[in-house]
Every structure is written in C-alpha cells, then in structure tokens.
C-alpha cells in the first residue's frame, strides 16, 4: 500500500527552526518527485516546494524562499522540508505529497503535520 | 502566479441533483507539451485531499464514475451527476502547468 508518513510538527517561536520528515512506504520512492503543501487551518492549499527524483532540482514558492530548504534521501525513502526564520504565517499543516509521473499533481497525500508559530 | 478562481465557494445540494464548479485560471493551462494540467481534489472534513480528476477529465484509480472533468484554456468545470451523501467535502481546483502550482479557494459542497 502506498503511503506517506510526515513528523516533526509542533510549536516553535517566531525566528525559530523546524525539520519535518516524510518517510513514504509501498512505492519506489526514488523515481517520483516529491512536494510540499501547505493548509493553514480552515483555509486553502499552497504548494511550498517541490524537489525531483533524483534531488538534483528544486523549487520553492515566493513566500519561502531563502528561509525553506527541501531535500531528500532516496536510500532511506524520506523527504526533508527544513524551516528557518519561520513567521506567524508560517502555522499550517504541512502535507508530503508524491507528484505523479505524467499528471505534474499530487496523487498521494500524508496525513499532515501541524505547525505552529507563535510566542 | 496563476490565479485560479472557483465558483460558486459554497454549493448546497439536495441528494440525487447534479451539482456543477467553475474553476477558471488567469492565464492559459495548456502546456508546451500540448496537455493541460488540470486537477480537481476532494478533501473530506478531517482528512487530507485526494485528487479525483487530473488533465482536466482523466479519472483517478477508484473515483466513481458520477464525477466528470470537462474544460479546455482558462475554463474548467467539475460535474457530479447525482450527488450522494458521501461526496459532502471542499472541492479545490489545481493547476500544474506552471510554477508554482497553484488551487482555486475551494468549493464546499453541503446536502441541503
């Protein structure tokens, strides 16, 4: 069965660091891209960043950039999303998401993790 | 970044009617490979989405058959023929043409 499991949610201080982990089960990790998406509570989706097969090639939203840094290990079947500087705006659930091959979308979802920002 | 604009944000529905969204995006979604990536998602209360549609009416592996993609540009919609209980949920619209992806604001649908 395919499946994504995200950790490494929790509360942190503005200015602070976080390190979510997707590990992903059942698929051979390797061959997919792999992204990030944000959903701030009760709100819409945002895609954060988004890293190749191979790690090679990533790339990251406007409101993240420089502070976010997604990176993976295709030997242990994980994707990494670090989070530096974060900000208030920042608090949401973070989804891993596998990107399928010929679709450029999401066809699997984690179950998320929430992070939150704030004093 | 492309806008995508849903309509309507909120959908009642009396089970058994069809139910129809628009989603339109501010610039064109078809690709330089020739394809449009267009996808609809359905995201239950307490869960994480699940794409039901992707390149505008090609149908996920397990999604009923009720629910249908049409579109072509900037202009897209997503039907359900007859709406069952079950399909209670925010429907997104996303596009993967361009980077970064980007989704509409979400429809609910709720039973009436």
């Known amino acids: 069965e395919v499946q994504l499991v995200e950790s490494g949610g929790g509360l942190v201080q503005p200015g602070g660091s976080l390190r979510l982990s997707c590990a992903a089960f059942?698929?051979?990790?390797?061959?997919?891209?792999m992204s990030w998406v944000r959903q701030v509570p009760g709100k819409g989706l945002e895609c954060v960043s988004d890293?190749?097969?191979?790690?090679?090639?990533?790339s990251y939203a406007d409101s993240v950039k420089g502070r976010f840094t997604v990176s993976r290990d295709n030997a242990r079947n994980s994707l990494y999303l670090q989070m530096n500087s974060l900000r208030a705006e920042d608090t949401a659930v973070y989804y891993c998401a596998r990107i399928g091959r010929t679709s450029r979308a999401p066809n699997c979802w984690g179950q998320g993790t929430l992070v939150t920002v704030s004093s | 970044d492309v806008v995508m604009t849903q309509s309507p944000l909120s959908l009642p529905v009396t089970l058994g009617q069809p139910a129809s969204i628009s989603c339109r995006s501010s610039q064109s979604l078809v690709h330089s490979d020739g394809n449009t990536y267009l996808n609809w998602f359905q995201q239950r209360p307490g869960q994480s989405p699940r794409r039901l549609i992707y390149k505008v009416s090609d149908r996920d592996s397990g999604v009923p058959d009720r629910f249908s993609g049409s579109g072509s540009g900037t202009d897209f919609t997503l039907k359900i023929s007859r709406v069952e209980a079950e399909d209670v949920a925010v429907y997104y619209c996303m596009q993967g043409t361009h980077w970064p992806r980007t989704f509409g604001q979400g429809t609910k649908v709720e039973i009436k």
């Open positions: 059942g698929f051979t990790f390797s061959t997919y891209e």
């Open positions: 890293i190749s097969s191979s790690g090679t090639t990533m």
